[in-house]
Structures are given as structure tokens and as C-alpha cells.
């Protein structure tokens, strides 16, 4: 299978179809009475984050919303935003963490078990603050010339849209019948099972009735979000095409979750037509099996506009390996390889001296979206792989891994996010 070609194939169709990412998690519930706070929709949004953007998935950080930020206001400004950001044909990524709950249907009354199912925001206060299945339905309808996969870690999330299994962490649940009865909703077509065409929709579990039960990993999480993370790292790709298709999320999501929930929660993958998945970037996935590096930007992982000037620091995950030759690329949002270190032209030293090692100031430019900077360390100098990346940009894994053959290396990615303005 290729590496750096199928790399190349991904960054010229995000060229034209990129991926953006809207993140919430709410703990904190604290204008409410009727239920409890959580203590892991947070851990569940700054984790997906963070391997979203590992992705190339455009997440900037006024679209993570935790606590305080995750108001209803704040979501309509975020979902506002992604749009304008987004072109038709790219793909809305929306995930949320926090209190669901079920309520009497109110008008249009499409719902087959006669229940809304409804999200609620940190300011949610009985009768402000949060949304419910039609009004979701409404905004994704209006969005009908993007992609959009849904991912929601809530009790009553079949319908729409997270609780607790026994003694085990805290419920997901708003209990029922909290949200008072609304006369007016902007769409009138919102039957639950009225699955749109470019929607794929992640839920908790599988049926209404069930709860969604926070337990503990490295810390305390969503078993939804902890493993929905782990497909995003690859985990999920079983035909290894840089793509997680809703089947493959679906076996994956439904095996792992219910493995570690006993059964008692699981979860439900739903897609229209369109069999919207989400795009990978293979070089995470195919060079897997190096040690990773640390790689570090100054300027942080906001979007950066053309002119702007970014710092980046490299260092060893490991220093006792005693790596310092270093090999530098970066796969463009075009999909162009460009070859950056170690350019004889420029006199450039194969073995860097000081770890952590700052990378001459990078100036942003055309071509404009989702990069990726990638630093390989190795013992000795890669000498066939630097010819390789120089003047191949096209080359074969067999290749990449022939060039590091007989050497001992940790490799790093960092992607980002450029435009134009």
C-alpha cells in the first residue's frame, strides 16, 4: 500500500472537501436543580480534540467549548462560524458530552414514541439553554450542501442525540419531562427515523431507554468518546484506507463499547445516502510503529493567515536513543511533499547539536489549508530516504521504510490549519 502517494490523493481532495470540527463537554450544570454535575464530559471533549486536530481537522479554539463557553448562544455563534469557514461539500464534524434528557413531544408532533430528545447547554435552566431533535434536525437540513457526522456521548441519544451504569462514575440523563412544551419549531419535517442523506449519526446507545454511564480509563470518560478517539487514531480502519467508513465506526464502536460497558451500553452508528465517514491522514496510521516525537508550535493551534510567521520546536520523545540526525517534510493542503531539511543548497547540518532543536521561522503561504509537518529523528543520517522525499513525490511505503532501514528512529506530525485572510 502507498504512504506518501495516498497522503498525496488525501491532501488533494481536503484540498477542495476539508474537515472542520465543532467540540463540546459540560460538566458543569450549575442553573439547574433537577440533576447532577458531571465529571467527565470535559476529559471526553479536550481528548477528541485533540486527535482531531491531529488529523488535520480544522478545530480552532473558540469552537471547543467546555463549561461556561458551552452555552446555547456559544453553540449557535460556533456552528455559525463553522459554516462560514466551511465550503459546500467539506464535512462538519459536531460532537457533544453532557446531560440529554426526554421530554413530551411538542409541535410538529412527529416523534414515534410521542418523546423529544433534547441536549442541554451549561446554562440550561429549565427553560433556556439547550436543544432539542427538531431544531437539530432544522440546522442540519439547512446544511444539506456539506457533509456532516454527528457524534453525541448523552442519555436518550438514540433519537437524537448520555447516564451511568451502577456504581461505576455518573449518569448523562436530565431525567424526563424538564423541558417545558414548545409551541413553534423551525422545521415541521423532524421524524427521528427521517434519517437525512448527508448525515451520519453517533450515538451512545441504541435504544432511548438506556443510560450512558461515565467509567474510568487513563481518567474519567465516555466510553463513546474514549474509543470514537481511538478509531479517529485508526484504530477503527480496518481496510486501512485512510478513511472510516460508518460500517468500519460501527463494528468498531459497538465492540469496544460494549466490551467495557458488560453489554449494558451500546452504541448505534446511523447514515443516510451519502455514507458521510471521516478522512485520516495515513502517515499517522502507516508509521505507527516508530517511537513518537515532540514537535511544538509557538504561535499554537488557532488558524494562521498568510504573512504570519510560525515557531516550531522539535525534541525527542525519548532521549536516551541519543537520536539527532534530522529529516523534515511537509505534506501541503494541496497535497504537495515538500522536501525542507536537510537542503545541502543551504548548507544544512545532518545531525542537529541541541535538542530541543527550533526550526528557523516558517513564514505561512501558498498553497493555503491543512498541513502537515512532519520530523523523523534517526541515530544516523537517512541519507536514501532524503533523495527519496527530494525527488520522488510519489514514493511507495516500501520506499519511506527502506530509507530508514538498519537506522533507529522516532517520528512526529504536527497538522495546522493556513488560509489566505
Not at 460532537?95 to 442541554?120: V, Y
Not at 439553554?129 to 442540519?140: A, K, N, P, W
Not at 540526525?325 to 497535497?335: M, P, V
Request: proline share 4%.
Amino acid at each position: 500500500m502507498k504512504l506518501l502517494s495516498s497522503l498525496i490523493l488525501i491532501f488533494s481532495m481536503s484540498a477542495n472537501a476539508a474537515q472542520h470540527a465543532l467540540v463540546i463537554g459540560i460538566n458543569k450544570y450549575p442553573f439547574s436543580n433537577e440533576f447532577g454535575d458531571l465529571e467527565a464530559a470535559v476529559n471526553d471533549a479536550q481528548l477528541i480534540a485533540k486527535v482531531v486536530r491531529r488529523q488535520g481537522i480544522v478545530l480552532p479554539d473558540h469552537r471547543i467549548l467546555l463549561d461556561q463557553n458551552a452555552t446555547r448562544a456559544g453553540f449557535d455563534r460556533a456552528w455559525q462560524n463553522m459554516l462560514r469557514q466551511a465550503q459546500p461539500g467539506d464535512t462538519l464534524i459536531l460532537t457533544f458530552a453532557g446531560h440529554g434528557s426526554q421530554n413530551r413531544d411538542s409541535q410538529p408532533f412527529d416523534e414515534m414514541d410521542g418523546k423529544d430528545e433534547s441536549l442541554l447547554f451549561y446554562d440550561f435552566n429549565g427553560k433556556d439553554g439547550f436543544i432539542i431533535d427538531d431544531e437539530l434536525y432544522s440546522l442540519f437540513e439547512k446544511a444539506r450542501n456539506y457533509k456532516i457526522v454527528l457524534l453525541i456521548d448523552a442519555c436518550h441519544s438514540s433519537g437524537m442525540v448520555r447516564g451511568v451504569r451502577r456504581n461505576i462514575g455518573r449518569k448523562r440523563t436530565g431525567k424526563n419531562n424538564i423541558i417545558p412544551s414548545i409551541p413553534v419549531l423551525p422545521s415541521n419535517e423532524a421524524d427521528e427515523n427521517n434519517q437525512l442523506s448527508h448525515v451520519t449519526h453517533i450515538t451512545a446507545v441504541s435504544s432511548d431507554s438506556l443510560v450512558v454511564q461515565e467509567t474510568s480509563f487513563d481518567k474519567k470518560h465516555g466510553a463513546l468518546s474514549w474509543f470514537f478517539a481511538k478509531a479517529l487514531n485508526g484504530e477503527a480502519d480496518s481496510n486501512n484506507n485512510s478513511y472510516l467508513e460508518p460500517d468500519e465506526l460501527q463494528d468498531f464502536l459497538v465492540e469496544k463499547v460494549s466490551d467495557k460497558m458488560n453489554n449494558q451500553q451500546i452504541p448505534k452508528v446511523k447514515t443516510g445516502d451519502k455514507q458521510v465517514g471521516i478522512q485520516l491522514r495515513s502517515l499517522v496510521n502507516l508509521l505507527k510503529s516508530l517511537k513518537p516525537i515532540n514537535i511544538s508550535l509557538r504561535e499554537g493551534d488557532g488558524i494562521h493567515k498568510q504573512g504570519e510567521t510560525l515557531h516550531f520546536s522539535i525534541e525527542p520523545g525519548d532521549y536516551e536513543e541519543g537520536l539527532k540526525a534530522l529529516t523534515l517534510f511537509n505534506l501541503a493542503g494541496d497535497g504537495t511533499l515538500q522536501f525542507m531539511y536537510p537542503l545541502v543548497e543551504y548548507g544544512d547540518s545532518y545531525k542537529i547539536n541541541k535538542l530541543p532543536y527550533k526550526l528557523p521561522p516558517l513564514k505561512v503561504m501558498s498553497p493555503f489549508g491543512s498541513d502537515n509537518l512532519v520530523a523523523i529523528l534517526c541515530r544516523k543520517p537517512a541519507y536514501e530516504l532524503h533523495k527519496l522525499l527530494k525527488y520522488n513525490k510519489n514514493p511507495t511505503i516500501k520506499q519511506v521504510m527502506a530509507g530508514l532501514d538498519g537506522n533507529t528512529c522516532q517520528i512526529g506530525q504536527y497538522g495546522f490549519f493556513t488560509v489566505k485572510y
